[in-house]
């Protein structure tokens, strides 16, 4: 195993985008295949004033905990699947936060 010194890696990434719907999507991509895509541009098509109400809302669905859950335990090693089944449980009632 190589142990890596975070300030001595520099990771270049490009800043890419895509047009869905007339909306533009920022997508960071990075040589090590770790690319990110802006939730925030996606959440635009919704409402374009008020994007953190549609992530927000977003993450409090069990289908997205569902798959948050399961790209984990895919990428995660040390991803703990029994404290998280107990998260798991409240996502989608009227008390989750």
């Avoid at 869905?20 to 990110?36: M, Q």
């Avoid at 109400?53 to 040390?78: A, C, H, V």
């Avoid at 089944?85 to 009227?94: L, V």
Wanted: glycine fraction near 4%.
């Amino acid at each position: 195993m190589l142990n890596f010194i975070p300030h001595k890696i520099k990771v270049v990434e490009i800043m890419k985008k895509i047009t869905v719907t007339n909306i533009d999507i920022s997508i960071s991509v990075r040589p090590d295949n770790n690319d990110y895509i802006c939730l925030t541009d996606m959440a635009h098509f919704k409402d374009r004033e008020r994007t953190n109400y549609i992530i927000q809302n977003w993450m409090r669905l069990r289908s997205t905990i569902d798959f948050l859950g399961l790209w984990e335990k895919l990428n995660n090693p040390n991803f703990k699947g029994i404290e998280f089944d107990a998260f798991k449980m409240e996502s989608g009632t009227n008390s989750f936060t």
